[in-house]
């Protein structure tokens, strides 16, 4: 079993539409959560950090659920510019040392 | 300006040559890491470094070598390639106290054939 899993979709959804993704992770002593977000042949950058309370930056709303072990992702009012990979990244280690855990990825297109 | 650069950024090699890649970064940062991303099983940490004379082996580190020849410099060596290195390659950097924000390279796609 993977430790981070995702749906590696492509989910196809038009303009303006409101998409979910989740990912699940194996390892209940997971410390810190993450999305990134990588482009078609480019490099991954971070989108937001995920808290157990929940938090929103903009279109983007992201939330934890430690009982399940999962994290989900929602963007509201898609944008054509919103079609990329989104990567949900854990971190297991206690000790700050930066090791991250990254899932394959969920695609997402964004259609006109 | 690129703030983490990588050379090269695409590489087409032979089974059994030596092959380095390096990095570089203007960002300041003390921790570097070493990526490498197959479909279907996202990025997978190779060697991570959180100062010049600390170097310390990730999940897959096997067949490749690290040398960190300053700050700023992370190079990841393969002794003797093979084909199933054939992978896209992302050096990352971070600062101490936000290791978990991590700025990536542009990366560089090898094929070993």
């Known amino acids: 079993r993977k430790e981070v899993e995702q749906d590696p979709g492509p989910f196809n959804v038009p303009e303006g539409a409101t998409v979910a993704f989740n990912c699940t992770y194996s390892?209940?002593?997971?410390?810190?959560f993450f999305w990134y977000r990588q482009d078609c042949r480019k490099e991954p950058k971070l989108l937001m950090s995920?808290?157990?309370s929940g938090n929103e930056d903009g279109r983007f709303t992201a939330q934890l659920n430690r009982a399940s072990q999962y994290i989900s992702l929602l963007i509201r009012d898609s944008k054509l510019s919103d079609s990329a990979t989104y990567l949900c990244v854990v971190n297991t280690d206690s000790s700050n040392t930066g090791k991250l855990i990254f899932g394959q990825g969920t695609t997402l297109q964004v259609k006109p | 300006d690129a703030d983490v650069t990588q050379t090269p950024r695409n590489r087409i090699t032979k089974t059994g040559k030596r092959i380095m890649l390096e990095c570089s970064q203007t960002?300041?940062?003390?921790?570097m890491y070493w990526y490498r991303q197959d479909p279907g099983l996202g990025l997978r940490l190779i060697y991570y470094?959180?100062?010049?004379?600390?170097?310390n082996k990730g999940e897959i580190s096997d067949g490749y070598s690290v040398s960190r020849q300053a700050q700023a410099k992370f190079s990841l060596s393969l002794e003797s390639a093979i084909p199933n290195q054939t992978a896209l390659y992302f050096c990352?950097?971070?600062?101490?106290?936000?290791?978990?924000?991590?700025?990536f390279g542009p990366g560089t796609r090898l094929t070993v054939t």
């Open positions: 390892n209940s002593a997971s410390q810190s």
């Open positions: 990352a950097t971070s600062k101490t106290g936000s290791s978990y924000e991590q700025y």
């Open positions: 960002k300041g940062h003390d921790r």
């Open positions: 995920v808290y157990s």
């Open positions: 470094s959180f100062d010049v004379k600390d170097i």
